[in-house]
């Protein structure tokens, strides 16, 4: 993949106590149609005012990528919205994965394409079923759990591979990171540092998919999708 930098500003929407949220069909992105997928931070401290933004959405079903942990520290928030709320968590809680944890982000990367395999492909089969969509995917900050999640949704509705770069990397600056890292309090109040994401990161992803499965539909049929569904999957958020 080429990366390649947004003309204009920042493709963030204003949405009180919700970080990054935004469309995953902002400008330049082919294939997926305005208005049916977004993208974003957790929704444990979205405001009312917040969720009167959110209100002209829509939303139908929200799905929550974050462990069980994370949940029990901020539950998301509803202040009177309607909608599904799905939790499938693409990586396993830090204190009790059996699988030895990355050291770097580089290496959770690598991680992450097969711990959260199954929660990536009950994430499109949802977003696949009718009448799910519109829908928001989100995982702590939505830069490394949905980045990916969303780059391989994207992929599969045919946007271009620079445009699915340019989408991932945008996370920076509407976090704050395009000038380096933030520290933040992990889910056991563990103090880290939250780094920026690169073009790298996510070429490493998708190479190690391609590499292991050949293809993203392969990928995503190792874990129960079916051809059926790729098909909906596209039909529901193009058409």
């Not at 059926?228 to 958020?237: C, I, K, M, Q, W």
């Amino acid at each position: 993949m080429t990366e390649r930098a947004f003309d204009g500003p920042s493709s963030r929407i204003a949405v009180s106590g919700v970080q990054n949220f935004r469309d995953a069909a902002i400008s330049g992105i082919g294939g997926i149609r305005p208005g049916r997928l977004y993208r974003s931070g957790h929704l444990g401290q979205l405001t009312p005012a917040g969720a009167r933004h959110l209100e002209p959405l829509g939303l139908r079903t929200v799905i929550d990528l974050r462990t069980t942990t994370e949940l029990a520290v901020h539950p998301d928030q509803r202040h009177g919205l309607d909608f599904d709320l799905l939790h499938h968590p693409v990586l396993p809680d830090r204190r009790t994965s059996e699988l030895p944890w990355p050291t770097d982000q580089t290496e959770m990367y690598v991680f992450m394409p097969e711990a959260g395999g199954q929660a990536i492909a009950d994430t499109v089969r949802r977003l696949a079923t009718p009448g799910s969509l519109p829908a928001l995917l989100h995982c702590a900050v939505g830069k490394d759990r949905t980045g990916l999640t969303i780059a391989i949704i994207q992929s599969l509705t045919g946007a271009p591979e620079p445009d699915i770069i340019a989408d991932f990397l945008q996370s920076n600056p509407n976090l704050g990171l395009d000038a380096g890292p933030i520290r933040y309090t992990d889910e056991y109040g563990d103090e880290h540092l939250s780094h920026p994401v690169t073009a790298t990161h996510l070429t490493t992803a998708l190479t190690h998919i391609h590499t292991l499965h050949g293809t993203l539909e392969n990928y995503l049929r190792t874990y129960g999708v079916t051809d059926a569904e790729l098909s909906a999957l596209r039909a529901a958020l193009i058409n």
